[in-house]
Nanobody, 123 residues
Framework: EVQLQASGGGLVQSGGSLRLSCAAS????????IGWFRQAPGKEREGVSI????????YYVDSVKGRFTIWRDNARKTVYLQMNSLKPEDTAVYYC????????????????WGQGTLVTVSS
């Protein structure tokens, strides 16, 4: 059974940091592209960061470049998202997901989704 378990969210002040984790199981993790998405209240889901399988290429939406870092630990089948210099506009539920193919910020190109972890950044 394919599973993706996101964790690490919480309440943090503006300028603070959090590290999210996405623990995966039930599929070929090493070759899989994994994406982090977020959805703020009343807003559409947004792609945040992606890491490809073979090669580990990384991609970021412009609004988080220079603040967020994604990496993966294939031995632990886990993808991490380090979020620094957090802003109130980063407040959202963050999800990790497995891409059906290569890297894309289009959510419809992902199949399995974790349950999400809430990040709240206070001003």
């Amino acid at each position: 059974e394919v599973q993706l378990q996101a964790s690490g969210g919480g309440l943090v002040q503006s300028g603070g940091s959090l590290r999210l984790s996405c623990a995966a199981s039930g599929f070929d993790f090493v070759g899989a592209t994994i994406g982090w998405f977020r959805q703020a209240p009343g807003k559409e889901r947004e792609g945040v960061s992606i890491i490809s399988g073979i090669g580990g290429n990384t991609y970021y939406v412009d609004s988080v470049k220079g603040r967020f870092t994604i990496w993966r630990d294939n031995a632990r089948k886990t993808v991490y998202l380090q979020m620094n210099s957090l802003k109130p506009e980063d407040t959202a539920v963050y999800y990790c997901s497995r891409a059906l193919g290569g890297p894309s910020f289009r959510g419809e190109l992902y199949d399995y989704w974790g349950q999400g972890t809430l990040v709240t950044v206070s001003s």
